[in-house]
């Protein structure tokens, strides 16, 4: 079976760069009709879908964060990142990374995820 398990710091400043990564075991990031997607879930609040980089290695990001989001990939090390710049408090999360089949947003395993805190 798919395990994800993201890693990254806990803390970032704001203005900077969110940087974080999914490591994938049991499966493939090529596998076909694969997508690896990243959500968040801000306090109180419900999942939000940012992106996902498909099997092929092409992408599609939510309209509402698609200026400052980027998903690539390292097929060698079958791994995926988001990255999320310019964030702000309101950016402060916990953050999955997600496997799914057949489509951008289609997801039915995630990881255990992590917490990201956005203050000085």
């Known amino acids: 079976q798919v395990q994800l398990q993201e890693s990254g710091p806990g803390l970032v400043k704001p203005s900077q760069t969110l940087s974080l990564t999914c490591t994938v075991s049991g499966g493939s990031i090529t596998t076909n009709y694969y997508y690896w997607s990243w959500i968040r879930q801000p306090p109180g609040k419900g999942l939000e879908w940012m992106g996902a980089?498909?099997?092929?290695?092409?992408?599609l990001y939510s309209p509402s964060l698609k200026s400052r989001t980027s998903i690539s990939r390292d097929t060698s090390k079958n791994q995926f990142t988001l990255q999320l710049s310019s964030v702000t408090p309101e950016d402060t999360a916990v953050y999955y990374c997600?496997?799914?089949?057949?489509?951008?947003?289609?997801?039915?395993?995630r990881g255990q995820g992590t917490q990201v805190t956005v203050s000085s």
């Open positions: 997600a496997s799914g089949v057949g489509g951008y947003r289609n997801y039915d395993r």
């Open positions: 980089i498909s099997y092929s290695g092409s992408t």
